[in-house]
């Protein structure tokens, strides 16, 4: 179990579902503008998945240079970066982590936050009562399939995964919302797993809320982080608390 310093002047940020990708660039230039202004000034930044819209293999790093390099740039002005994967971007590789200068974290990872037992996850594991998702996460996951996937060339990756991506909002047009959020069960099993951490903190729901739970008796806060299609957002983490935070 990792800590953050505890320096009273610290802090973290955590951020996920940014989704960034050609066809929005807004978000990647709001992106960079927080690297510039907040996280310069903070202890470590957490990327819980669903960082890009699609990571398609560490060979294509270079359609990705601005970020990446701004990525670097704070890494080597002293920031401490993780990167955990989400569904969108599960097959970015230690080569991505390398130039961006960055750690990647396991799903889950508990760590210590400023005095807080603190459990991270990108959140689509707990999605359980959405079957057919979960299958197709157990397949692409598996590292047979992901050697399988990357020995094909670029182009004919990004056409599978474009592919993909059609088929699943179709299909998610179809599903009940209720199906797309965290199961309960699987949360307070998760939680039970890690011996009631004070907090677990994901995203991928894109339903930023602050969950106040009880579980065997035992008080935990369920943070969720919002995406950032309309507007970008983070949570700050210091000895103080923690404070949701929007972006211009």
């Not at 990792?2 to 050609?22: R, V």
């Not at 230039?29 to 819209?53: K, M, N, P, S, V």
């Not at 960055?102 to 210590?112: A, E, R, T, V």
């Not at 809320?209 to 579980?215: C, F, G, S, T």
Request: glycine share 6%; proline share 5%.
């Amino acid at each position: 179990m990792e800590s953050a310093d505890q320096d009273k002047t610290a802090f973290s940020l955590l951020i996920s579902d940014l989704h960034l990708c050609d066809s929005r660039p807004a978000i990647t230039a709001q992106f960079l503008d927080f690297l510039h202004r907040q996280a310069t000034q903070a202890r470590a930044l957490y990327i819980l998945g669903d960082f890009f819209e699609y990571w398609a293999g560490d060979d294509d790093l270079a359609h990705y240079q601005p970020i990446i390099q701004a990525l670097r740039a704070l890494s080597d002005h002293g920031t401490q970066l993780y990167f955990m994967h989400g569904n969108r971007d599960f097959l970015i590789g230690e080569a991505f982590a390398y130039a961006a200068g960055l750690k990647l974290l396991p799903d889950p990872s508990l760590l210590i936050l400023h005095g807080k037992r603190a459990l991270l996850s990108h959140g689509d594991a707990l999605c359980t009562d959405d079957a057919a998702y979960q299958a197709f996460r157990r397949q692409v996951r598996h590292p047979t399939w992901q050697q399988e996937f990357l020995q094909q060339p670029l182009d004919m990756r990004k056409a599978q995964i474009a592919a993909l991506r059609q088929r699943s909002e179709q299909e998610k047009s179809g599903k009940q919302e209720s199906i797309m959020d965290v199961n309960p069960e699987a949360v307070a099993a998760l939680l039970r797993e890690y011996d009631y951490p004070e907090l677990l903190i994901h995203g991928h729901t894109h339903r930023p809320a602050l969950h106040p739970l009880e579980v065997d008796g035992h008080r935990i806060d369920r943070w969720v982080l919002g995406d950032w299609y309309e507007q970008g957002s983070y949570l700050l983490i210091d000895q103080q608390g923690i404070h949701s935070q929007p972006l211009p």
